[in-house]
């Protein structure tokens, strides 16, 4: 790679540390179906996906009778009301490399599979929104991923060549998407009993402190004022 120009990120479990978050937001609407998900499930099964995609898999496997959209709004307005008190923790390194590579005059976009209303208020409880040019979100596009629509919007609105970009991501089915639309992508992730699934990716990290001393001997950005 050469003259890299900018950096896309995946948001929930890349950036911020919210599997967690989502992990008790879909337990509490579960406990009143009599269902309750493991942290293993979510993340094996569950994390990473959009929100749609989640609702319908949970109430197919737990054969949950209600209606598809009223199960959505309920999950998302719970999400969203709980993020009025609690904030997210930024995942260990994530604000020293994106203000580096920010002063660095790097281009940094987010891609993610989370709402718009969503992203909005966690950038505003936790300052990131200033760093970040262009978000593209599930709302913005008609396939989530592992489809490639997110990313192709994103370098397409940002005109610049997919060369230049690399990914970071945190699933299987971010990476997914992030190859499928012909980006570098590199895979940060600290449980190293998921790198397998991960091995898709171009590079795996166990944190983004890594990622950044790669991408420093790799001179993929100039090294002056380290």
Request: with cysteine; glycine share 2%.
């Amino acid at each position: 790679m050469k003259n890299l120009k900018a950096i896309l990120f995946d948001l929930d479990g890349t950036l911020i540390d919210s599997e967690y978050f989502h992990y008790e937001c879909w337990n509490e609407i579960l406990e009143e179906y009599n269902v309750a998900l493991t942290f293993a499930d979510w993340l094996k099964n569950y994390a990473g996906m959009p929100l749609p995609v989640n609702a319908k898999s949970l109430m197919e496997k737990h054969q949950i009778k209600t209606n598809l959209n009223d199960f959505i709004a309920m999950r998302e307005n719970l999400f969203l009301e709980r993020l009025k008190t609690k904030d997210i923790s930024l995942m260990p390194y994530a604000l020293e490399f994106i203000q580096f590579f920010h002063n660095k005059g790097l281009i940094l976009s987010i891609v993610t599979a989370s709402s718009r209303q969503e992203v909005e208020l966690i950038f505003d409880r936790n300052g990131l929104r200033k760093y970040f040019s262009l978000i593209i979100t599930r709302t913005d596009v008609d396939k989530s991923k592992p489809d490639p629509e997110s990313y192709n919007i994103c370098c397409k609105e940002l005109n610049i060549s997919k060369e230049q970009c690399i990914v970071f991501e945190d699933t299987e089915n971010g990476i997914k998407s992030a190859v499928a639309a012909g980006i570098t992508c590199y895979a940060i992730q600290s449980n190293v009993t998921e790198h397998a699934r991960l091995s898709l990716a171009d590079k795996l990290f166990l944190n983004l402190n890594e990622a950044k001393k790669y991408m420093l001997k790799s001179q993929l950005i100039a090294l002056a004022d380290n």
